[in-house]
Structure formats: structure tokens, C-alpha cells
């Protein structure tokens, strides 16, 4: 372990300043874990170690800012997992992936087992966790965090918004950020003041750590350093979802009068680019499942493989650039109704009735 990781990991953002001023290393990959620097600082909730680890990597012109681990996690991935929203606000600031950072659990510690870390279920009974990612998911997908209607992409400011009414008709709204964080997308002051309670308690502490970062990915920048901006960019765009869903997944394995799809609620998940929503019907096995799901078995998530629904139900933890075949790689949350890639970290909104509110179980 060198001297950076040690002193990232332990929080010492002086001694780590002064290591980087002497030409230390900050991008070295530890044995064992894979991980560079910004990881155990990130995880341990260190901001002021991951700005001054992320703003020396911008003046190097180097990538650090999504550097994964062994798991295939990012820093603010890890971080949103645990909570850690001052480390999330320098992360984002500096150019992080908001679209891979959507975490499979959340970590909390219980000082009755030694502070061991235990992972549970995403949703809303861990507040600050679930306000944070959805803080964060606003950001990625550039859609309301009160109402969840999506806005446009801001590389194009004179692109509508949409969303679906109730009616199912399609209307017209423009998003702006949170004055504070910088980060949550709101319609209006009513969708603010819906959320207020949940997102403050994440605001400040977005907002305080994106002031501890100084590197050019939020700024103006020119030369050299655009075109990696441009890029870098260019890769995240690529890394998303993939809809491969093939003839199996459109036969619905039980019986034919417990699911008719022309008169079921239809299930939908997001497969637009940012800010410009485009919702498909999930496949006849998909939609039949998240249903039984939620109305007899009360299960928080639904866990399927595409195209080899044998495999529907599989877990491992393990993340990967590539997804092995064997198992479910993608969980439909339904408190937050947010699917999840598990190997790559990617998500995407999921709506029900033309609707992201969670669906109340039966």
C-alpha cells in the first residue's frame, strides 16, 4: 500500500496534498482490492482526500473520477450505497458517471454488531441514503426529483420536456436545478416543496462538497483538456442499457387467465437518451411477473435475466463489465421504481399506469 493510499484512506488530505506536490503517484492499483486511491478515501467518506485527489487528476489529465473497484462499483456508487452525500457533491462536480453510480443496497452500521457494515434493500426507510439517489438519479436523467417528469437535455436548450398526465396524455414541462446542490432537476416550487423534507437532508451536504472541487469538468475549458472532456463523455454515453429482450420473454409461463395483456396496467421502463423520455411496455413474462410481485408475494424487487427467463431469480453480487448469462443481472425496484444493471451499475425509471409512484402491495 503506498503512502497516497494510506493517507487517502485515513482521511489526511494535507499529507496527501503535499505527497501529490512531491510527484506521488495518484492513480496507482492496489493488489488484491484493484482499487486507485480515490476508492478507500471515497468509501470512507474522506471528501476533502477525493477533491484534492480529483482536482490533481484534472491538472494531470488523468481518469480517476469512475475508477471502479474488483466489484465493478465507482466511488459514487459506494458512496451513495453508504450515505456519504458531502463525497457524492465532489464526485459529481468533478464528472462522475451519474448514470452507473445507482447502487444495488444500501450500507448501514450497527454500533450493536462493532459498526459492521450491513446492506438492505434500497427504498425509503433509510431517508438520507434514498433522498441522495434520488438526488442523483434526477441529476443522470435530467427529470423532476419531486414528480419525476423528465426535462430536456441541457446541450440542447430549446428541447421541451415531457411527462405522462394521468390521462396518459402528453404535456409539456421545463425543468431548473436546485439553487443549493446544483444537482436535483425540479418543475416548479410545489415539486421542490413536495420533497423538501427528504431533500434537505441531503442539499447542504451536496452542495458543500461540490465547493471542495476545483477541476474542469464543470468549467469552462478549452484545448486539449475539451477533447478529453468530449471524450470521456462520449464513453459514458455508451455505457447504458441495452434492450435485448427476445421471444422468450414475450410467453407468459403460467396460466393465460391470470394475465391478459390488453387490459393489465402496463409496466414501462425508460429507454430514452437524457432528458427525453421514451417508454417501452416490458415483454408479456416481465410485466405479468412485477405484478405478481407486488400483489401476492410483496417481494421489494423483481430479479430477471433477458431473453433466458429460466434464470429469472438469480443473484450474485459480483459486478462485471460483462454480465454472466446464468444469472438475473437486473432488478426492478419497486420503491423507488428504478431498474438496476447490477454488473454495471447503470439504471433507468420504470413506470407503472404511466406512473413513478412505488405501487402499494395487495
Known amino acids: 500500500m503506498t503512502a497516497v493510499t494510506l493517507a487517502a484512506q485515513s482521511g489526511r488530505a494535507e499529507l496527501l496534498a503535499l505527497l501529490i506536490e512531491h510527484q506521488a503517484n495518484i492513480d ?26 480529483v482536482n490533481a487528476a484534472a491538472e494531470q489529465q488523468k481518469e480517476i473520477v469512475d475508477a471502479t473497484n474488483k466489484l465493478c462499483k465507482t466511488p459514487c456508487s459506494i458512496d451513495i450505497e453508504m450515505g456519504h452525500a458531502d463525497v457524492v457533491g465532489v464526485l459529481l462536480k468533478a464528472g462522475a458517471d451519474a448514470r452507473r453510480s445507482t447502487p444495488m443496497f444500501y450500507s448501514v452500521l450497527d454500533p450493536r454488531d462493532g459498526d459492521q457494515s450491513h446492506q438492505v434493500d434500497p427504498g425509503p426507510h433509510l431517508p438520507v441514503h434514498h433522498t441522495l439517489e434520488m438526488a442523483v438519479q434526477s441529476f443522470a436523467s435530467k427529470a423532476c426529483c419531486g414528480c419525476k417528469a423528465a426535462g430536456p437535455d441541457l446541450a440542447l436548450p430549446s428541447a421541451a420536456a415531457s411527462t405522462t398526465s394521468e390521462a396518459g396524455d402528453v404535456t409539456k414541462k421545463s425543468l431548473s ?56 463523455a462520449q464513453h459514458k454515453e455508451r455505457i447504458r442499457f441495452v ?8 410467453i407468459y409461463p403460467g396460466h393465460p387467465e ?25 415483454p408479456d413474462s416481465i410485466e405479468a411477473a412485477c405484478k405478481s410481485m407486488t400483489s401476492i408475494h ?13 434464470n429469472d431469480g438469480r443473484y450474485k453480487a459480483t459486478r462485471s463489465a460483462t454480465p454472466p448469462s446464468n444469472v438475473a443481472s437486473r432488478h426492478i425496484t419497486f420503491a423507488d421504481m428504478t431498474e438496476r444493471e447490477v454488473y454495471t451499475g447503470v439504471s433507468r425509471a420504470v413506470r407503472r399506469d404511466g406512473k413513478h409512484q412505488a405501487p402499494q402491495c395487495q
Not at 484493484?34 to 474522506?46: C, I, K, R, S, Y
Not at 434492450?243 to 414475450?250: L, S
Not at 391470470?258 to 427525453?276: C, F, S
Open 243 to 250: 434492450n435485448d429482450f427476445g421471444p422468450a420473454d414475450n
Open 177 to 232: 436545478r436546485r439553487a443549493k446542490c446544483q444537482f436535483a432537476y425540479f418543475c416548479d416550487h410545489d415539486c421542490q416543496k413536495s420533497v423538501w423534507s427528504s431533500h434537505k437532508l441531503a442539499c447542504s451536504n451536496l452542495r458543500a462538497g461540490s465547493l471542495l472541487c476545483t477541476s474542469p469538468a464543470s468549467a469552462s475549458a478549452s484545448g486539449d483538456t475539451l477533447q478529453r472532456l468530449k471524450v470521456q
Open 28 to 53: 496507482h492499483l492496489a493488489q488484491g482490492s484493484l482499487t486507485q486511491p480515490v476508492w478507500p478515501a471515497a468509501q470512507n467518506g474522506h471528501a476533502k482526500c477525493v477533491a484534492v485527489l
Open 298 to 310: 410483496r417481494a421489494p424487487n423483481f430479479m430477471y435475466c433477458p431473453s433466458i427467463p429460466e
Open 258 to 282: 391470470n394475465y391478459i395483456r390488453a387490459t393489465h396496467l402496463k409496466w414501462e421502463y425508460d429507454a430514452g437518451p437524457l432528458g427525453h423520455p421514451d417508454l417501452h411496455r416490458y
